[in-house]
């Protein structure tokens, strides 16, 4: 005699799980810059002569955990089957939870290097660059073309400071990036959910897999802004390259 109670049958559909996820992040690319500032303050206060590049890890800490806890809330695929549907169901859910995180810790990052990010439209430009950056480079397929998708402005992805060139772009360029906002982030969402499907593991070993792989994620996005808002890459000075009244002043004060 066979039972009749039969566990659904798990399924997935990464482009269906996509559509479902760009429903439910329309929001996040709008982040609270109080709660980014005190978060940074906070870490200052404590070191204020050490260098920007070496607080980025611990103002974007809190950013990293909890993402890879809400990823391991989010799939709690427990029970084979039943779990792994239940799963496949907060994939969205994870998605969003961890782009809410990657924009927060560039907004942090951006906040730490001084960059002014009271202008939305801006700031979420920036963020887009990043994110774009982070799709490119988790991107295994090579279905990901930057050129086809930002078209000139592409030139932008990987550049040191590039937020001094987004600030010197004219608002029409400006808007050319941000119409491609739906674009991006779902550049973005195929580029970091698949491997979410480990998660669909059952008995807890797929959700601790993908809380460990957000944390990759979550670092280069955090690596990703530091090249965006950081500085410009500052080319070795030769003597020859110094004004003369400067080089017989060192030379008197010697």
Same mark, same amino acid.
């Not at 549907?85 to 994870?94: C, D, H, K, R």
């Not at 090249?227 to 003597?239: E, N, Q, S």
């Given at each position: 005699?066979?039972?009749?109670?039969? @566990?659904?049958?798990?399924?997935?559909?990464?482009?269906?799980?996509?559509?479902?996820?760009?429903?439910?992040?329309?929001?996040?690319?709008?982040?609270?810059?109080?709660?980014?500032?005190?978060?940074?303050?906070?870490?200052?206060?404590?070191?204020?002569?050490?260098?920007?590049?070496?607080?980025?890890?611990?103002?974007? /800490?809190? =950013?990293? @955990?909890?993402?890879?806890?809400?990823?391991?809330?989010?799939?709690?695929?427990?029970?084979?089957?039943?779990?792994?549907?239940?799963?496949?169901?907060?994939?969205?859910?994870?998605?969003?939870?961890?782009?809410?995180?990657?924009?927060?810790?560039?907004?942090?990052?951006?906040?730490?290097?001084? /960059?002014?990010?009271?202008?939305?439209?801006?700031?979420?430009?920036? !963020?887009?660059? !990043?994110?774009? =950056?982070?799709?490119?480079?988790?991107?295994?397929?090579?279905?990901?073309?930057?050129?086809?998708?930002?078209?000139?402005?592409?030139?932008?992805?990987?550049?040191?400071?590039?937020?001094?060139?987004?600030?010197?772009?004219?608002?029409?360029?400006?808007?050319?990036?941000?119409?491609?906002?739906?674009?991006?982030?779902?550049?973005?969402?195929?580029?970091?959910?698949?491997?979410?499907?480990?998660?669909?593991?059952?008995?807890?070993?797929?959700?601790?897999?993908?809380?460990?792989?957000?944390?990759? !994620?979550?670092?280069?996005?955090?690596? =990703?802004?530091?090249?965006?808002?950081?500085?410009?890459?500052?080319?070795?000075?030769?003597?020859?390259?110094?004004?003369?009244?400067?080089?017989?002043?060192?030379?008197?004060?010697?």
């Amino acid at each position: 005699m066979t039972s009749g109670f039969n @566990l659904p049958k798990p399924g997935f559909d990464l482009d269906a799980t996509v559509e479902r996820a760009m429903a439910v992040i329309n929001r996040t690319l709008q982040p609270s810059l109080e709660e980014a500032r005190k978060a940074v303050d906070k870490v200052r206060a404590g070191k204020p002569l050490v260098a920007p590049e070496v607080l980025v890890s611990p103002v974007t /800490r809190g =950013n990293r @955990l909890r993402a890879a806890r809400a990823v391991s809330y989010s799939l709690p695929s427990i029970i084979p089957g039943y779990g792994t549907v239940i799963s496949a169901a907060a994939l969205p859910v994870a998605l969003r939870e961890v782009l809410k995180e990657a924009v927060s810790a560039a907004v942090r990052v951006g906040l730490l290097y001084d /960059r002014d990010l009271t202008d939305p439209e801006l700031t979420r430009i920036a !963020v887009l660059l !990043v994110l774009t =950056n982070g799709a490119v480079k988790l991107d295994k397929t090579g279905k990901i073309r930057p050129d086809a998708i930002l078209g000139p402005h592409a030139s932008l992805l990987g550049q040191a400071a590039a937020y001094d060139s987004l600030v010197a772009l004219t608002p029409e360029q400006r808007q050319e990036v941000a119409a491609s906002q739906s674009e991006l982030l779902r550049a973005w969402a195929l580029a970091v959910g698949p491997p979410f499907v480990a998660g669909l593991v059952p008995f807890g070993v797929g959700p601790m897999a993908a809380a460990n792989y957000v944390q990759y !994620v979550l670092k280069d996005t955090i690596a =990703n802004a530091a090249t965006v808002f950081g500085p410009p890459a500052h080319a070795p000075v030769t003597v020859e390259q110094l004004p003369e009244g400067e080089i017989e002043q060192d030379g008197q004060e010697s």
